[in-house]
């Protein structure tokens, strides 16, 4: 009893031969005593014959068990990790009305899905104020049995139907033009504002010393092409980077002086792991705007967050952009972007084809989504699909956006349980 009292607080380290020298990381009482009776009786061969070990388990040395944020941040830079990350990233999560389903389909009114199929803790991210601040205050226009039309606190007229059924629709937005900018620039951009900087950095330092997750600077809605399209419209900043090119290349850049200013302030409390930029800037064919005007516009802003990450040991900049990324990545990347999410599927984005072109890149999800609403044999192929990525490394399996309505709960676990198994090794 004392020897299995012991191996709580160890990791047994097993030598695999066969294919080459890899570790099996075990830890938990439950899994040891198990592992070591199976060893002891049955014999270390035949147990290892029975055993499949995911590639990305760790090479040459020992290894205590990493953490959620350490563990994704290693693996999606190409580092030793004990297993692959699981449920980390926009993929593994519903939208409002398909987790409305889920607490149907489950009977559990207040379905936790994360708990119930076993996601890792995701990025943590410090409560800071990235945008507007003091934030425009909230009015409703117009309100139906269907809808309501209220100006939101980033200052754009929306139109949301009730039942949380579709995307918001866009009426009106804050910036029509030069005046509006500079206006909103002095008055709800200002680094100095009393409370853009304010949040408990003691509370947030123990959340992350308890889940383990790493640490995110930036998330949706702030990107360097992603507030523009909010401050303005997007048809309006389309014809904008013609006829009005020095304002937004102010906003541009007013933005992310704000951002560093922010990312200093949060360095200065905690390990940053990675800079999140949320663009969402292609569609179904490709880039909103040419390279030209992506390299002209947004990539000094780009090389200034770059040069920062580097500056304080920031090992991770990803950029989240639906639709069709292929033109934005290899020009994102020479700017310091080394993670891509989420390579919608239906654009025509084939995560092993990127894998192939750029075996640098991490990447997270990039699997199907349709097959959460299909047979499955359609979810196999997407465990397939998994499987292979993470054999090639620098991978986090999830699937290209978030679970719409159609897919149940019942292929959501399933789907669930299926991956799980390739990133734990046990498939």
Known sequence: MAAQQQYQQLVVLVRVLPEGEY?????????????????????????????RLPRTITEGYEMSELTSGQRATRCLTGEDIDRVPFGIGIGWHPWAETLRVWQEQSGDPDLDYGNAVGLDSDWALPRMNFGIFPVFETEIIEETDEYIVHRNEHGITVRDRKDRGSIPEYLDYPVKNSEDWERLKAERLSI??????????????????ESGAGVQLGHYPYGIFGTPRDLLGAEELLVAFYDKPEMI??????????????????????KVDQIHIWEDMSGRQGSLISPSMVE????????RIATFAREHDIPLISVDTDGDCSMLVPLMMKHG???????????????LEY?????ELGIIGGLDKRALAGKRDDIDRQVEKAAKMIEKGRYVPGFDHLIPPDATWE?????????KKVCYGMK
């Open 23 to 51: 570790f099996l990381q075990l830890q938990a009482l439950e899994k040891v005593a198990k592992v070591w009776t199976m060893v002891k009786y049955i014999g270390l061969g035949f147990w290892l014959s029975h055993m």
């Open 192 to 209: 100095d504002v009393p409370g853009r900087f304010d949040m408990d950095w003691d509370a947030f330092r123990a959340e992350i010393e």
């Open 249 to 270: 290349q102010d906003i541009m850049e007013t933005l992310t002086s704000l951002w560093l200013a922010l990312y200093e302030r949060a360095t200065q409390e905690v």
């Open 296 to 303: 002209k516009f947004m990539m000094p802003c780009y090389d």
């Open 337 to 351: 972007v080394n993670v891509f999410f989420p390579f919608e599927v239906q654009a025509g984005n084939d995560i």
């Open 355 to 359: 894998r192939e072109k750029y075996p």
């Open 411 to 419: 292929n959501y676990c399933y789907a669930a349980e299926e991956i």
